[in-house]
């Protein structure tokens, strides 16, 4: 599914993975918009990430990860 496949379906059950890309994108939207084309594309990159390092990592080596990460922060 592209971002211009999720911006054009109306159905409600495409609501909550529009604001969840939103969300991940990480940018701030204009109060009177719902989304924007790139807002979806930003956040559906990042998700795409988040999926293959969900795919490539264990749960436990994601931990091991976090953990060494939190010494930067």
């Known amino acids: 599914m592209t ?3 999720i911006a ?3 159905r409600q059950e495409v609501v909550p993975l529009r604001e969840f890309l939103v969300k991940l994108s990480g940018r701030q939207m204009l109060h009177k918009q719902e989304f924007s084309y790139t807002e979806l594309l930003a956040g559906l990159w990042t ?3 988040m999926f293959e390092a969900m795919k490539s ?3 436990q080596e994601l931990a091991e ?3 060494a990460d939190q ?3």
Do not use: G, N, R
């Open 3 to 5: 971002v211009w496949a």
């Open 8 to 10: 054009a379906v109306q």
């Open 47 to 49: 998700f795409l990430a």
């Open 57 to 59: 990592y264990s749960p």
């Open 65 to 67: 990860l976090k953990k």
């Open 71 to 73: 010494q930067f922060f």
